[in-house]
Structure formats: structure tokens, C-alpha cells
């Protein structure tokens, strides 16, 4: 009996995925174990390997799909002993639209119910409403002629042949592969060229409006569109749940940190050299504000905590996330167990799990979940600023640029360097109190960064 080898779920929070690669083809035997595809999540690109042995007799999901469903069939495979061609012969009978995951899958939802020829005329003119997209994308989803075959069109073309009764069997495409854009609907049947501008002042753009009432403050020739990935969605989606749903207020913080910075020389000065000559480490202002945040969790175990409708989770370690930047996004790989670790081996650790996290590699369980995170944008000179909690954390320390200041010390007025550290806290886990009590203590290890050493 054919085997359904399906997108698998590779982390807790997972719906979708991306296709990028096969590394079979129809007809290739398998074995338990076998990487046979690679899937891109919002945050790494990951192998997938074979359970069963056999032989891949139908590849259903094409490689460099995107949005595809977890649990979605993306391949059959037949059992050892079992025809190749039958086993294919019988998932082709299946419904294709439970996998029909294209770019605009968004709109693909409203429309799987039309894969199928429709059972009566009737039936056949029924409109399928499409969700507003902005972009065309590579692929399509299907609309169903009334014959039953399917056009190929991009979600913004389907929309404006809608709103002016553009009939799609008519229209050409002039897209990859004869599918319809935008540019083959426009001029039909009295479809505007551009979207319609209102006289004299108008309202700004609001994040709540359609993307065709933000499209019309534009000019079509002055933009150009970029579609969201997986990743952009994401980071939407998480950041404006948690602007919305978490009770955040703020704190702020000035250290000083000319004492730090001399101890980082002299740790840097008697770092071994390794087989190539080359300092075994090198420690950054970054690992000793992880590691102070780290400690400063141990020292406020109050404060090391998670939220949940029935309980506080009480973190027994410092799991510290650190935001790094990649190409147009952001993931936090986490350093786990900080409190415990030296400033060489975070300093080692960071280096490793940032390189990764800029490859698209890293696995889920190494930026998933932490009790905190940090942020830091002092290396772009910004002085101070705040931060979005990432839940499930229920904090994020955001780090400003290290500035020669005047500070008074004994009666005297003395320059120092002071950097600008601002905390946000969820204020269901976190009360005022206690994040006062772990900003201080953050600060003392900062401005006393001997204590991190012993």
C-alpha cells in the first residue's frame, strides 16, 4: 500500500513550510533514514529524512514550494515489492487541492474547494472570493474554468477581474508559464490602468486599511513590491500579538562602563593562541552583558519567569536569547545555562550560533523558548531605545552605545563612558519591583564585572 510522506512539524509552533529542495526523484529507492528533502521554516533551513524504505513513486509538492502545510502530502512512496506505477496511479486520484500550497496559499484556502469540475452549471459560476494580496508571485493558485480545467492567475489579478467583471477564461497570461498578472487584466472591460486617487487631502495610511487603499496613495510606477517570506510573516505575527496582548511598561538604566572595558582588554591580552596563531577568543562588550543579564536572573529568580493563563513558570536556569540581524530579518539564537558558563565559552558559543543564524541553519531547539533576551544596537551609535517582549520570555533588555559622559564621583565632576540599558517587562510576571530589583542587579555586574568572573 503507498506510503504518504507528509511536511513534517519541526518545531512545537510549525503550520508551514517551504520546499526548497528535493534530493530525490521519482523512481529513487530510499531507506530509513536517508535525507531525502531540505524545508525552510521561518528561521532555518532543515533535512528531512525518510522513515520507511521503498521507492519514491510520485513526487507531489514540488521542490521550491512555498506555504506548505504541515501534514500536507508532499510525496508517495511504494513499499518494497509494490508497483511503482500503481502506487503513483493512486495518489493521483486524490483531491490535489489538500496540497495546492503555492506563494498566495492565503488565497488558495478561499478556492480548494474548486479544484474539482463543479458538479452543475450552477455550481461552475460560483465566485470564489480572493483574500487581498499585494504582489504576483511566482505561482498560482487555481480558478476553475467552467469546463472544469483550471487558469492560473495572481491573487491581485483575480481581485481587480472581480471588481470589474473581467471574465479570466478570456484573458491571456503573459506571467511565468501563461499565468494571468496584473498588467493582462488591466484595460478590460473598463479595469483602471491604477488604482483610483482621491482629490485634494487625503487620510494617511492606516495599519488597519486593505492593501488596495494602501496601494492607491501610490503611484504604480514609483514602487516596486516585495512579498513577505515566511519569515517576515512571522515576525509580524509575533510581535503584534504581543504589542497587543502583553502588559509591558519599561525601565531604564545608566552603567558605566570604563572598568568593563579595561577587564576586556586584559582577558582578551591573555587569551591562548590557537593553531594558527590566532587568539583562542576574543570577548565582546555583548558576552558580558549576556552573562550579567544571565546572573542577574539567577540572583531574581522571580524574574526568570514565563506566563501562563493557570501559572507562572519559574525558569531553574538563565536561558539568554540574543537578537541577531540577518538578511531582512531577525532571530534569536539562545545561550543556554548562561549563568554557568565563562565569558570565553559565551563568547564562543555566540560566535558559532551567529554564523549559523545568518546561514539558515540553526535547529529549532537553539532559538526557541529562553527565559529573556537582549537586544543591542549600540554598534549603530543608537543611545537608547525599547524593545518588543518575545513571548513566551517576559522580558528583553535593549542596549544603547557605550558615550563619554559626565558623571559625578566623590564631589567631582569626572568624564566616564555610560551606556543606556532599557528593560521592558511583562507586568503579569514581572512586577515593578522585581524588574527594578534585577535592572539593578544587571547593573551592578556591569559596573563591577569582576563578579562575573568568580
Known amino acids: 500500500m503507498p506510503i504518504e510522506i507528509t511536511m513534517p512539524a519541526l518545531s512545537p509552533t510549525m503550520e508551514e513550510g517551504n520546499l526548497a529542495k528535493w534530493h530525490v526523484k521519482e523512481g529513487d529507492s530510499v531507506e530509513a533514514g536517508d535525507v ?3 524545508i525552510e521554516t521561518d528561521k532555518a533551513t532543515m533535512e528531512v529524512e525518510a522513515v520507511d524504505e521503498g521507492t519514491i513513486a510520485r513526487i507531489v509538492v514540488s521542490e521550491g514550494t512555498e506555504a506548505v502545510k504541515v501534514n500536507a502530502v ?5 513499499e518494497e515489492g509494490e508497483d511503482v506505477s500503481d502506487a503513483a496511479g493512486q495518489s493521483a486520484g486524490k483531491d490535489a487541492a489538500d496540497n495546492d500550497t503555492a506563494d498566495d496559499s492565503q488565497d488558495n484556502k478561499a478556492e480548494k474547494a474548486s479544484n474539482k469540475p463543479a458538479a452543475d452549471s450552477a455550481s461552475a459560476k460560483k ?3 480572493a483574500k487581498d494580496q499585494l504582489a504576483d508571485t511566482p505561482k498560482a493558485g487555481p480558478a476553475p474554468k467552467k469546463d472544469g480545467e483550471r487558469i492560473f492567475a495572481s491573487p491581485l ?10 471574465d479570466l477564461t478570456s484573458v491571456s497570461g503573459s506571467g511565468p508559464h501563461g499565468r494571468i498578472v496584473k498588467a493582462d487584466v488591466e484595460g478590460q472591460s473598463g479595469a483602471p490602468k491604477t488604482a483610483a486617487k482621491q482629490d485634494g487631502a487625503s487620510p494617511m495610511p492606516t495599519p488597519g486599511m486593505s492593501d488596495d487603499k494602501v496601494l492607491a496613495f501610490f503611484e504604480e510606477d514609483r514602487y516596486e513590491l516585495k512579498p513577505h517570506n515566511n519569515m517576515r510573516r512571522t515576525i509580524a505575527s509575533r510581535l503584534t ?3 497587543q496582548s502583553i502588559p509591558a511598561y519599561y525601565l531604564s538604566m545608566d552603567c558605566e562602563l570604563d572598568v568593563l572595558l579595561r577587564l576586556r582588554a586584559d582577558i582578551n591580552d591573555a587569551a591562548p593562541l590557537g593553531e594558527d596563531e590566532k587568539s583562542a577568543y576574543k570577548v565582546s562588550v555583548n558576552d558580558f552583558i549576556i552573562k550579567a543579564m544571565a546572573m542577574a536572573l539567577r540572583d531574581v529568580p522571580m524574574a526568570n519567569a514565563s506566563w501562563t493563563s493557570e501559572a507562572r513558570i519559574l525558569h531553574k536556569h538563565s536561558d539568554v536569547g540574543v537578537a541577531v540581524a540577518i538578511e531582512d530579518g531577525l532571530i534569536t539564537p539562545i545561550i543556554r545555562e548562561a549563568e554557568g558558563k565563562t565569558l570565553s565559552a559565551i563568547s564562543l558559543e ?3 550560533l551567529a554564523a549559523r543564524a545568518r546561514e539558515m541553519k540553526l535547529k529549532p531547539h537553539e532559538y526557541q523558548g529562553g527565559s529573556t533576551a537582549v537586544s543591542n544596537l549600540g554598534m549603530f551609535g543608537v543611545s537608547n531605545f525599547t524593545s518588543i517582549i518575545n513571548p513566551p520570555q517576559a522580558s528583553i533588555v535593549s542596549i544603547g552605545a557605550g558615550e ?15 551606556m543606556t540599558a532599557t528593560f521592558a517587562f511583562d507586568h503579569r510576571v514581572i512586577d515593578g519591583a522585581v524588574g527594578a530589583e534585577l535592572a539593578g542587579a544587571f547593573k551592578n555586574y556591569i559596573q563591577k564585572p569582576m ?4
Open 36 to 38: 531525502i528533502a531540505e
Open 74 to 78: 508532499i510525496a508517495i512512496l511504494a
Open 127 to 129: 465566485e470564489v472570493p
Open 157 to 166: 489579478a483575480r481581485r481587480i477581474a472581480k471588481q470589474n467583471g473581467v
Open 241 to 243: 500579538e504581543s504589542s
Open 350 to 352: 555566540m560566535k558559532d
Open 404 to 418: 563619554k559622559k559626565p558623571v559625578v564621583r566623590d564631589g567631582e565632576l569626572v568624564a566616564a563612558t555610560v
Open 451 to 454: 563578579g562575573m568572573l568568580v
